[in-house]
């Protein structure tokens, strides 16, 4: 339950910055899909932009994908903001942290693909449409770094660690909230709301990892046969874009819902991070062992290269292989440096004086 004082009055400093940075990420991240949806999906742009390519496309692919969804998280629970009433302080915290994430997603895509414009990547295409690309991508940055300034001054207020609604909390909310506006499919949709609220939400705080897992299994099945029997791809390279889609989905989803709070109380998440026990270490290798493999397989060509076999990295097999044995060996030195930590830390703990 939340706390007496766990809301921010109408006028309150700390919740018209966490007001202005909110509405600005939100803002930002609608006109970065708009810009990354049309410099990826339109030929005529696409095939004379410098980051058409990996590395550079890698975070392009991921982002498309990444920052809609955040986007549309934060937008349902900003529907129950109101600007006149009090507001839970653990909304305003969570939701300009979110701002956060979103904002470093959409920096890093837009800094990769400077990289790739500095560089001249593909100079030899270069066309009007080059610079109608670039002069997109300008304008999107200069965005950024004006919302950059409002979501640190933002995050500089001292939001008290206080409870009060989460995100499923505020979604199921904003459910029953929506079903009084359906007129007639009201009945249905409150049961169904009932529902969600009895047993996903239920499922989704206690198997947290087991839900992501499984979404990302359906993203990742959907997008990589829509992919494929559009492009026609053979079945191996089909399994290098299922992979690569399940990994970087789960790796999102797992990092963004422990950094948001999104399925728990964060001060008890931060502690079980920080107990480490085997099960925490395993999850975690798990987790890095995801991250890897979006990486090896943008930065295919320039690993194969390091291993002195260049041509290697246009076969989908060779791929898949180096994906997990890339995989295996982030797992294995997660697993190995959390360990060494956790020990270390222990043997100070005992060595230090007890009072």
């Not at 979604?171 to 009201?186: D, E, F, H, N, V």
């Not at 390279?237 to 989905?249: D, E, G, K, P, R």
Request: charged share 15%.
């Amino acid at each position: 339950m939340p706390q007496p004082n766990a809301e921010l009055p109408a006028g309150n400093p700390a919740r018209r910055a966490a007001e202005r940075a909110v509405a600005g990420a939100l803002g930002l991240a609608l006109l970065f899909i708009l810009f990354n949806w049309s410099a990826k999906k339109l030929s005529g742009l696409y095939q004379h932009e410098p980051w058409q390519d990996d590395p550079y496309d890698a975070l392009v692919s991921l982002s498309i994908f990444w920052v809609p969804l955040l986007t549309a998280l934060c937008l349902m629970r900003a529907l129950l903001w109101r600007r006149k009433a009090p507001q839970p302080i653990r909304r305003a915290r969570e939701l300009v942290r979110a701002g956060g994430v979103l904002l470093a997603v959409i920096t890093a895509t837009l800094a990769s693909d400077w990289i790739s414009v500095v560089l001249r990547v593909h100079r030899a295409s270069w066309t009007g449409a080059t610079a109608v690309a670039v002069a997109g991508l300008a304008a999107v940055s200069l965005a950024s770094l004006a919302i950059a300034r409002e979501v640190r001054r933002a995050s500089r207020q001292q939001f008290p660690a206080v409870d009060g609604p989460d995100w499923l909390s505020d979604l199921i909310s904003l459910g029953k909230q929506l079903t009084t506006r359906l007129g007639p499919l009201r009945p249905g949709a409150t049961l169904v709301v009932l529902w969600a609220d009895r047993y996903a939400v239920k499922a989704i705080r206690r198997h947290p990892l087991l839900v992501a897992g499984a979404l990302s299994l359906a993203f990742g099945l959907s997008t990589a046969l829509l992919q494929g029997l559009r492009e026609g791809y053979s079945p191996l390279v089909y399994l290098v874009l299922f992979i690569n889609h399940v990994a970087s989905m789960f790796a999102y989803l797992a990092i963004i819902g422990a950094f948001l709070g999104i399925t728990g109380t964060p001060s008890r998440q931060r502690a079980t991070v920080r107990s480490a026990t085997a099960r925490q270490r395993a999850i975690h290798a798990g987790i890095a062992a995801c991250v890897s493999i979006p990486i090896t397989g943008a930065f295919r060509a320039e690993l194969w290269s390091l291993l002195g076999q260049p041509g290697r990295h246009s076969q989908a097999y060779d791929l898949i292989t180096l994906m997990f044995e890339a995989a295996a060996t982030a797992a294995a030195l997660a697993y190995a440096a959390e360990t060494i930590i956790e020990r270390a830390g222990r043997l100070t703990r005992l060595k230090s004086p007890q009072p």
